[in-house]
């Protein structure tokens, strides 16, 4: 059998794409092209109906420290 499955859009969705909430998170650092990942997931979420996608600030931290406005998650979109 396949030991890996190739990404790609599929032709079944096993969700509601208008219920779904996505966050999308990352350690921070130097990371070249780490930007370029961020737009192309919210690029295909967008494509898949996905309405509400967050960009959380700071880190595994930003899930739960909610002192202060900059903590707030901020809504991503492909523009």
Do not use: H
Request: aromatic fraction near 10%; include cysteine; hydrophobic fraction near 35%.
């Amino acid at each position: 059998g396949k030991w890996a499955m190739r990404a790609g859009p599929r032709e079944a969705v096993y969700f509601e794409p208008s219920k779904v909430k996505a966050a999308i998170v990352t350690c921070g650092g130097l990371c070249p092209g780490l930007n370029d990942v961020i737009r192309q997931l919210t690029i295909t979420l967008e494509e898949y109906g996905v309405d509400d996608i967050k960009g959380i600030r700071y880190g595994f931290r930003g899930f739960f420290e909610q002192e202060g406005e900059l903590r707030q998650p901020i809504k991503l979109t492909s523009d």
